[in-house]
T-cell receptor, first 110, second 113 residues
């Protein structure tokens, strides 16, 4: 079946360092979103980026569709960035039936 | 203020019982969804509804029944609860059933003893 692989599984940074998170997927997706899940469990959509490069604030996502990979770059990390970053894809089915990766757990130390 | 309200936040149930998880959204969206997150597993799609009609069902068990009494409501009834049903259940919505940004509620954490 369709799969979403994320790496690394976890990442520890000092405040101010940059983070690079990876998402690899098994077949071409029509929709790709990055989500943030807080330590308390709430989910927030960060970026929708099925192809190319998109920026928002300190976040940059680059998706190379042919190579079936996407990255999320977080610049100048802050302690409040700590949490789990999830990559999710839609493989062309109707509606928002997203397939999620297990996530990257980011911990930013002061 | 949260725009997608899920109730209750925490729920403890005994095996074999029935529970209803409540979801209301105030974003004016036409599509609503249920996802489930079990321990150590990825978020898993369960159902999608558009204009109160079922669009997609990925839940094998008929013990899980969504109920949409109003356009902005999508409750989830779970019958004959099992310990394996223990998970956090997230309600979500989007503007419509095309591939829009998904907005999630805070979740209901269900524990079945």
């Amino acid at each position: 079946g369709q799969q979403v692989q994320q790496s690394p599984a976890s990442l520890v940074l000092q405040e101010g360092e940059n983070a690079e998170l990876q998402c690899n997927f098994s077949s071409t997706a029509t929709q790709l979103q990055w989500f943030y899940q807080s330590p308390g469990g709430s989910l927030v959509s960060l970026l929708s980026n099925p192809s190319g490069t998109k920026h928002t604030g300190r976040l940059t996502s680059t998706t190379v569709t042919k190579e079936r990979r996407s990255s999320l770059h977080i610049s100048s990390s802050q302690t409040t960035d700590s949490g789990t970053y999830l990559c999710a894809l839609n493989y062309g089915s109707s509606g928002n039936k997203l397939i999620f990766g297990i996530g990257t757990l980011l911990s930013v130390k002061p | 203020d949260p725009k997608i309200i899920q109730k209750p936040k925490y729920l403890v149930a005994v095996t074999g019982s029935e529970k209803i998880l409540i979801c209301e959204q105030y974003l004016g969206h036409n599509a609503m969804y249920w996802y489930r997150q079990s321990a150590k597993k990825p978020l898993e799609f369960m159902f999608s509804y558009s204009y109160q009609k079922l669009m997609d069902n990925q839940t094998a068990s008929s013990r899980f029944q969504p109920q949409s009494s109003k356009k902005n409501h999508l409750d989830l009834q779970i019958t004959a609860l099992k310990p394996d049903d223990s998970a956090t259940y997230f309600c979500a919505s989007s503007q419509d059933s095309s591939q829009n940004t998904l907005y999630f509620g805070a979740g209901t954490r269900l524990s079945v003893l």
